[in-house]
């Protein structure tokens, strides 16, 4: 069984940049596909973002796109999602999630899909 633990997040100003890491405890991160959620309060669990376990693949949500990126370091077993130029929407607590995978390029995009999840860690975005 993997156990995710997140790093990184806290608050930082409109256009800034933060750096979330999800590693692997007692596990390797190796075929497992991994995604970013992401929870507002009131809100559902929405995806952000997804990579395959080679690191060949990737998916974003439309409001992500070309601010976020996912990537992952498997030597390492840790995901990483690099927001930059954050706006105020994007204040969440951010989940990462992980699910053992047989083929290298798949990418899962669904919340439920997933067996593993990371503790969250907030993020906020000040105007």
């Known amino acids: 069984q993997v156990l995710l633990v997140q790093s990184g997040g806290g608050l930082v100003q409109t256009g800034g940049s933060l750096r979330l890491s999800c590693a692997a405890s007692?596990?390797?991160?190796?075929?497992?596909?991994m995604g970013w959620f992401r929870q507002a309060p009131g809100k559902e669990r929405e995806f952000v973002a997804a990579i395959s376990w080679s690191g060949i693949n990737a998916r974003y949500t439309d409001s992500v796109k070309d601010r976020f990126y996912i990537s992952r370091d498997n030597a390492k077993n840790t995901v990483f999602l690099q927001m930059n130029n954050l706006k105020p929407e994007d204040t969440a607590v951010y989940y990462c999630a992980g699910r053992y995978l047989k083929g290298d390029s798949i990418v899962v995009v669904q919340a439920q899909d997933y067996d593993y999840w990371g503790q969250g860690t907030q993020v906020t975005v000040s105007s």
């Open positions: 007692g596990g390797t991160l190796s075929s497992y596909g």
